[in-house]
């Protein structure tokens, strides 16, 4: 028994390992893009449309992992997506979870009426298919990166709001914060300096599995062709074209598939990590 | 006398829920710059006629008018007409309903049936590297979204190993003799197997899709229960009453870990039908997300309106239903 949890343990050791070097990887790819993509990734070359990676017959081995119908560089395009859809994730995943999360505390530390009220936005927004909510504020809003953003932090904050109201509750009962009343504490510094501290664990793990979220958005967005301009390397908007090309060029959609298949998986695998680690019953 | 009160306050909060979300909807596609009236007239029209149009719509009122007598038609059953189908919104939702809830509830069943396999065999075959497997597939099917698990089974089971369709919902060229729009009930009840198999065909990947991470949901949460259920003293007593283990599970163990699986399968079922929208675009499949997407490309109103309040209405629903299902079951609120 006690050996299996080891176990256990050492192959989530591994997994949180794995996924943190890829998503390094992906931001060293995204810094350094312009220094590492072989070619230009908006190049069109009408001459070399739909070729195949370079270990299928009648490839150009210039270009790596093929080129879609307008003859531009699969590689170069997501490598330069890398840049697109990590800027979404960071910046979106943030401001959501900065949103949310003090919507969270507000509500499950001072209840009341400021709880009712959040508590009402959030069952609303929970009756929204968020897949139609993002597309229909893109729609409003119009196309473009800001637009992303902007609809993943109006949709999303629930997530962290919900989760962090719980928590404030629960923490807001517990023995420490009566004693720092006591002491003579006033509500929102005990909120800032002792409910803060313990609830940022989670809040860490909710921003590393809002980032994976983020990046699944943009796609889905791209994909619908409301995303940045169809020029733009994004990778929702190759496995659109992928998905229309299947049958004649099915590298324009594997590659960035499998891009975007393992930087979800990394996300969520290591925020499902970290909250391993920070939980202190599993420890 | 709990449960009473318990059904009523439930149906006031989801009436205003439901009010919420038509306030919302209604507003924010409202503040869309682009005129819907002036994209539906040949270039030539002039500015009375897209006046005259835009009165006929009633788009020449105020937002909060506008509301009202929306508000007013929706209450006798009238959702408006749609500007690009030119045919009453209601219609037009109900006719693509049968097919999204016929795929949702296929996903449904499958998310079930795979989910309840993989945590009795996990549960039977505990401490081998058996289920090591099974949690660590369950790991990656939960991480990644139904949009990627559809787009990895086109390239699969549509692509490189061509045995299912990849897009529709029924082979245009077939003769259909329903008369309802619920075709795979229908083909079924009419005993049309060749048309059940054809519509099988093309709802396995998508409904597949939708199904792999709610059934690695429904599997955690059910071994879990299973787990802690096998050490309880009347399962040890089954036990040594000379019982298989396999039949310890089955008949000793799986009724009582079931009750949290269940209650977790009715909420997480309206995050289903909320991934049916990209399934079925991706699937081609022509169901309400499909339409929806379409709807809001075309800035069609009151189409959009119509479809997203329905979703809404559905979601609340399920959510009330199974409110009250544990209400009735749980003899602590029953009693409370």
């Known amino acids: ?283 | 006398m709990a449960l009473l009160q318990t059904l009523l306050l439930r149906m006031i909060t989801t009436a205003v829920t439901l009010l919420g979300v038509a306030v919302i909807v209604f507003f924010v596609i409202r503040v869309v710059p682009g005129n819907p009236i002036a994209m539906m007239l040949p270039p030539g029209a002039t500015a009375e006629d897209i006046a005259t149009l835009t009165a006929i719509y009633g788009l020449d009122k105020s937002i909060p008018q506008q509301f009202l007598i929306w508000a007013g038609g929706v209450l006798q059953g009238d959702f408006g007409t749609s500007i690009t189908l030119k045919q009453p919104v209601l219609a037009l939702v109900l006719g693509r309903l049968p097919a999204t809830l016929e795929l949702s509830v296929l996903a449904l069943g499958m998310a079930i049936l795979i989910g309840g396999a993989a945590a009795l065999t996990g549960t039977r075959l505990r401490e081998t590297r058996v289920e090591g497997g099974i949690d660590i597939a369950q790991g990656v099917a939960l991480s990644v979204p139904d949009f990627l698990w559809g787009l990895v089974l086109i390239l699969v089971f549509g692509v490189l190993v061509p045995v299912f369709q990849i897009s529709g919902r029924v082979t245009p060229s077939l003769q259909l003799p329903f008369v309802t729009d619920f075709y795979l009930v229908e083909s079924v009840v009419r005993l049309r197997f060749d048309l059940t198999l054809d519509l099988l065909s093309h709802m396995l990947l998508p409904a597949l899709a939708l199904a792999i991470p709610l059934a690695a949901i429904i599997g955690q949460l059910l071994k879990q229960s299973l787990k802690e259920t096998m050490h309880l003293d009347y399962v040890t007593l089954a036990r040594t009453q000379g019982y298989s283990e396999a039949k310890v599970i089955w008949s000793q163990a799986l009724p009582n870990a079931i009750l949290p699986t269940l209650t977790l399968v009715g909420v997480q079922f309206t995050f289903l039908i909320g991934g049916t929208v990209i399934i079925e675009r991706l699937f081609s499949y022509e169901g309400l997300g499909n339409m929806a997407i379409d709807a809001v490309i075309n800035r069609d109103l009151p189409l959009i309106q119509g479809i997203v309040i329905l979703f809404a209405v559905i979601f609340t629903g399920v959510n009330l239903l199974v409110d009250l299902t544990y209400a009735a079951l749980n003899p602590r609120l029953r009693h409370g």
């Open chain 1, 1 to 283: 028994m006690a050996e299996g949890r080891f176990q256990v343990r050492r192959r989530a050791g591994v997994r949180l390992w794995l996924s943190a070097a890829w998503l390094i990887l992906l931001v060293i790819v995204a810094l350094f893009a312009p220094y590492i993509a072989p070619k230009d990734p908006l190049e069109q070359d009408l001459f070399s449309g739909r070729l195949p990676p370079f270990w299928v017959h009648g490839a150009d081995a210039s270009f790596v992992l093929g080129t879609d119908s307008l003859g531009r560089d699969v590689l170069s395009r997501i490598i330069f997506g890398t840049r697109i859809a990590l800027g979404v994730a960071v910046v979106s995943a943030s401001v959501t979870c900065i949103i949310g999360a003090a919507l969270g505390l507000l509500a499950g530390f001072y209840r009341g009426w400021v709880d009712v009220l959040v508590s009402r936005f959030i069952d609303i927004w929970m009756a929204f298919p968020p897949v139609l909510f993002s597309i229909l504020l893109i729609a409003v809003i119009g196309p473009g990166l800001f637009s992303i953003i902007l609809a993943i932090v109006v949709i999303d904050w629930t997530r962290f709001a919900r989760v962090i109201r719980a928590e404030a509750m629960a923490q807001g009962a517990m023995d420490y914060v009566a004693s720092a009343r006591v002491a003579g504490r006033g509500r929102f510094g005990i909120l800032l300096r002792e409910i803060l501290p313990n609830v940022l664990p989670i809040i860490v793990v909710l921003l590393t599995l809002e980032m994976g979220i983020a990046v699944i958005v943009e796609a889905i967005l791209s994909f619908v062709n409301l995303s940045i301009s169809t020029d733009d390397p994004t990778w929702g908007g190759m496995i659109s074209e992928g998905r229309t090309s299947i049958h004649q060029a099915w590298w324009v959609l594997v590659f960035p598939l499998i891009t975007l298949f393992l930087t979800v998986l990394s996300f969520s695998q290591l925020g499902e990590g970290l909250k391993d680690r920070f939980d202190p019953v599993l420890r």
